[in-house]
């Protein structure tokens, strides 16, 4: 059996794809499994550290909206066509699979033309356009989030990396906080962005680093490999430990007792699948979806909230300190994240891909 999956731009439609392969190659590894990307997106460094083959298609930006402007590129959207179509054909593929961004609507329309089963998944629960069309053109569409908004979808989770579905925050603390160089009887805040919006958080965070340490607490500040800071907070304890990269996301987030960060879709799906409650800022852009992930959390219990404009220090030392400080709290919060996580979406979407596919 061969397998085409297609998503890329940002990790949110990449990681997922990803989880799917190794799920995938766990059923049977004979399976082969080619993704389809763009040469603009985190696909080109994050599909090939990975093992899997890349091929690349010419990107053709969408608007989010149905309008007019999408008649003015039919000559640019019919090459990504024909170039996804030269793909499914030099690999064979039995069933495509697709999970949005750029790449996402070129191979859902070449699939169609070949007459293949295709497969949508939709992280987030306001999809963008490349998967309402693809909802389209099948039968077999499946969410990360309950209630989405794209007709006869079926609510499976959405898939993650095993580093994550298998982690034992309990058991792996310790080991996760002196690999950081964190102490192990401290409360800690984990702070992350993205390589793209941490701007705000970042500034926040740092500005509020001289009140959280005067109260015992060590932070593990991931800054995003695209963002700088003008000034560090001065070494010494509790710790404040900056980072500009963590590849080892699994133990940050077992060092951590909360989480100061962003509400996309694949980050809300970690954290709950882990249970770390967090402090979500969604990003103020976009068409909203990053406030309604947050929501289904905060209503959960297992985290909170603010917008991006009213984040600020003393927001921090006010609502983020006083959790830290609270041992019951966060394990209370820790407890109603993980009730809404899901651990076994990617074997679960890997089992439906083989059966469609058959």
């Not at 690349?56 to 008649?71: E, H, N, W």
């Not at 297992?302 to 983020?320: H, R």
Request: aromatic share 4%; with cysteine.
């Amino acid at each position: 059996m061969r397998v085409v999956l297609a998503g890329g731009g940002t990790a949110g439609h990449i990681e997922p794809a990803l989880a799917l392969a190794d799920a995938l190659r766990r059923l049977d590894p004979s399976i082969g499994i080619t993704c389809v990307g763009t040469e603009r997106g985190l696909e080109t460094r994050l599909v090939p550290a990975r093992g899997y083959e890349l091929e690349l298609v010419p990107a053709v930006p969408l608007p989010r909206a149905m309008t007019p402007s999408l008649l003015t590129m039919p000559g640019r959207l019919a090459g990504a066509i024909n170039a996804v179509s030269a793909v499914l054909d030099r690999t064979k593929a039995d069933i495509l699979v697709g999970f949005g961004g750029y790449v996402a609507t070129p191979a859902y329309l070449a699939a169609r033309r070949r007459g293949m089963p295709i497969i949508v998944h939709e992280a987030n629960p306001r999809p963008g356009l490349a998967n309402r069309l693809g909802a389209r053109l099948t039968d077999h569409v499946f969410t990360g989030f309950p209630d989405g908004a794209l007709p006869k979808a079926e609510y499976i989770g959405t898939p993650l990396r095993q580093d994550i579905v298998t982690l034992d925050r309990l058991s792996t603390g310790d080991k996760a906080r002196s690999w950081f160089g964190l102490e192990n009887d401290r409360p800690t805040l984990l702070v992350f962005g993205g390589s793209l919006g941490a701007q705000s958080i970042n500034q926040a965070a740092l500005a509020a680093a001289p009140a959280l340490r005067a109260a015992g607490m060590q932070v593990l500040h991931v800054l995003g490999p695209k963002n700088t800071v003008e000034a560090e907070p001065p070494p010494g304890d509790p710790q404040y430990v900056l980072l500009p990269y963590v590849d080892r996301m699994d133990l940050a987030y077992a060092a951590a007792d909360l989480a100061l960060c962003r509400s996309g879709a694949l980050t809300c799906a970690e954290l709950t699948a882990v249970g770390l409650p967090a402090a979500y800022v969604p990003l103020p852009h976009g068409n909203g979806e990053q406030r309604l992930n947050a929501e289904r959390v905060v209503q959960g219990g297992g985290g909170l909230m603010v917008d991006d404009a009213e984040l600020s220090p003393d927001w921090i030392i006010q609502n983020v300190l006083p959790i830290l400080r609270d041992p019951e709290r966060v394990a209370v919060m820790s407890e109603a994240a993980s009730r809404l996580g899901r651990k076994d979406a990617d074997i679960s979407l890997a089992r439906k891909v083989l059966e469609i596919a058959r």
